[in-house]
């Protein structure tokens, strides 16, 4: 459904950046990340400024293995809409692009300040509990494991029992060897 | 009994919502308040040298030698406690107010009393819940001294103080932007600009729509100017209805400029106001009116954002142009060599344009890949070699060919190098239909580039076009009525001449004498516009002028596409000089 109207979108205007970066969000839901960078580079060499562009662009390059240039676009992207109530998503996509780099200091690190900033954000728990076990802090990673099992029980079938299609083998598999570590019981 | 005096910083903690936590669930709640006291209260308190003085139930009050290590286990314990509170429903969350003072106090018995302790009680009792408040005293030791911002929230007067007391409010929340708590983020390294929601003065809620939408324009438009940093719509909207103090939101978003207006209906019309401020200093740069009819409020809408876009652009850089001369001049960067030299090379006079070529070369050297400057370096060349003020033209032109395919394939989206280097390749002879093609991507990106619109008049004179160049060309002088950099209104004087329209054609290339008193080809029009017309002591008179910046009266006319519109120029200038037409 979400695809057609998105093509449809951009047929209507092919030069419209936000309807590149819509369509970019959905393509990037089948794992498609190819086509995510280049809607989305589309999208910017038309509205550079455009925050959401930055933010898709950095998802997918993040999730296709390329972490540090997709940190920095999702950095872009909050830079340019710092206020935005999505913010916590992309800062708990930087997150896990670090735990996936295996940079577990600064995963640990932007985990907990999108948590001090957003309590309620059920992914940065995930990311914490397994980051934190992953450096060997056991105690405070099942202590965030309880937490966010206790915000978003359901998360764990939609993201960690099944592996969502935009999250890569090899990274599934790490995020749930962490994720055990910190207590997981499938 | 012994009882001494000394100076302590003195911090007060309570529960907000105690009472009600504890009629809910007592049991629970005690058990967790313990838990709390022991795992992170106590803990922070001894780690910051604190010593706790009382408990009492619902709070408790410990004394510190320094505000620093005061301030440091407020703020570690306030930073800690939303992650305690998760998944906990909001009813049921322990959520600590706190108050620091510094003062004198009295110790008797290991207690604490005097007005130091009951200032701290009342400043704990103007927190928000997770907040943190301090007195005037404690900011001014600890500013700068910690990774902390402080709000001031003014003079406040304290149940059972005599003294008003000012007040600062901690900000501990995590700047998402810097991913560092109570930081502002930094200036970006390109011009900043945040639109902030046009304030309805209509009385009429229906308006908030109509403003809203238009906003939102305005950002769109703005978005599309690469050399522009423009913050997103929903951070910008986050201050509707507020009224907002520009220095603090340049200074939260991290921009150095803020748009703002109003909008006011009457009747069928609507009257926009709209003000470019600079956020650091408060000044105003530009402010303007739009009236338009709400017949069409799609039409409007698009018509003033594409407006404000038009003329935010050029007076954007000529700021920034102000700023990069007063910056100091020890390691200037590209940026800022490329800066100072746009002025010199819109005056299109000899030695400027020198000048400025080599404010740009040495850009280059910093950033070879700097596109705007090799753009602009490019457009030096063309003016160096077409004007004829230099021995070595066809090295110039050479270079300016270079120049421009470089810039383009180094920024190949970026509007600005687009329309330079198709300026370039069109006036240096090169294919028009690529330079064509390159200016119309340019305005396809960005449709309020009014220098854009200028150099597509251009270019489609020389491609036999005037019809079009002077649309484009009114398209430019709508967007940007005043400021006229490096372009003036020659290519306007010049379709009219291609048009045989030699009086419309004069009227406007005499005064273009004025706007670029250096610059050969305005002299060369306007000779030959005046020999069309059989003004030849006129056009001596433009000749004669013409020969004290130029020794080459009679250029090469390549640039014009079309035989006829060639030798139309070439015929009017040998009448001009005195030869056979």
Known sequence: MAAPLARRAVALDGSDAEARAC??????????????????????AVSPNLAHAHGVR???????????????????????????????????????????SRNYEPAVEAAKRV????????????????????????????????????????????????????IRGEDHAHMLEGLRKAGWKE | MSQTRRLAAILAADVAGYSRLIGADEGGTLERLKALRRELLDPKIAEHRGRLVKTTGDGLLVEFGSVVDALRCAADVQREMPGRNAGVPPDNRIELRVGINMGDIVVEDGDIFGDGVNVAARLEGLAEPGGICVAARVQEDAAGRLDLAFEDIGEQQLKNIARSVRVYRVVTEAR?????????????????????????????????YFADGMVEEIITALSR???????????????????????????ELGVRYVLEGSVRKAGGRVRITAQLIEATTGAHLWADRFDGSLEDIFELQDQVAISVAGIIEPTLLAAEIRRAAERPTNDPT??????????????????????????????????PNYGPALGLAALCHQLLATSNWTDNSETHRREGVDMARRALRCSPDDPDVLANAAMVLGYLGEDIDVAIGSIDRALALNPSFAR??????????????????????????????????????????????????????????????????????????LASCYAHMGKLDEAQAVIER????????????????????RELFLSGLRLAVGEDA
């Open chain 1, 23 to 44: 369509l970019a969000v959905v393509l990037m839901t089948r794992g498609d990340f190819n086509a995510v960078q280049i809607e989305a580079d589309r999208a910017l």
């Open chain 1, 58 to 100: 950095g998802v997918g390059l993040m999730l296709a293995g390329e972490r540090e240039e997709g940190i920095r676009s999702l950095m872009n992207c909050v830079r340019l809409d710092p206020l935005d109530p999505l913010v916590s998503l992309r800062l708990s996509q930087v997150a896990l692009g670090h735990y996936f």
């Open chain 1, 115 to 166: 948590i001090q900033s957003y309590p309620d954000f059920p992914t940065s728990y995930r990311t914490l509990a397994a980051a934190l076990a992953q450096l060997g802090r056991l105690e405070e990673a099942k202590d965030a494991m309880a937490k966010a099992l206790a915000l978003a029980p359901r998360s764990f079938d939609m993201y960690v029992r099944d592996r969502p299609p935009w």
């Open chain 2, 176 to 208: 998402p932007e810097t991913l560092r708590p109570g930081t502002n983020p930094p200036l970006p390294d390109k011009p900043s600009i945040a639109v902030l929601p046009f304030a309805n003065m209509s009385g009429d809620p229906e308006q908030e």
């Open chain 2, 225 to 251: 100017i690469r050399w522009l940093f423009v913050i997103a719509r929903n951070s910008s909207f986050t201050y509707k209805g507020q009224a907002v103090d520009v220095k603090q939101v340049g200074r």
């Open chain 2, 334 to 367: 590209a940026y800022d060599l490329y800066l100072r030299a746009v002025p010199l090379w819109a005056s299109q006079e000899k030695e400027r344009t020198i000048r400025a070529l080599d404010l740009l070369e040495r850009a280059v050297e910093r950033d």
């Open chain 2, 452 to 525: 854009g619109w200028v150099w597509s008049a251009r270019l489609r004179n020389y491609a036999g076009e005037p019809d079009l160049a002077i649309e484009h060309f009114k398209t430019s002088l709508r967007l940007s009525p005043r400021d006229r950099m490096g372009t003036f209104s020659l290519p306007l004087g010049f379709a009219y001449f291609l048009k045989r329209q030699f009086e419309d054609a004069a009227a406007i290339l005499l005064p273009a004498l004025d706007q670029a008193p250096g610059l050969p080809i305005a002299y060369q029009l």
């Open chain 2, 546 to 565: 013409l020969g004290a910046i130029t020794s080459l009266v009679i250029p090469d006319a390549g640039f014009l596409r079309k035989p006829e519109h």
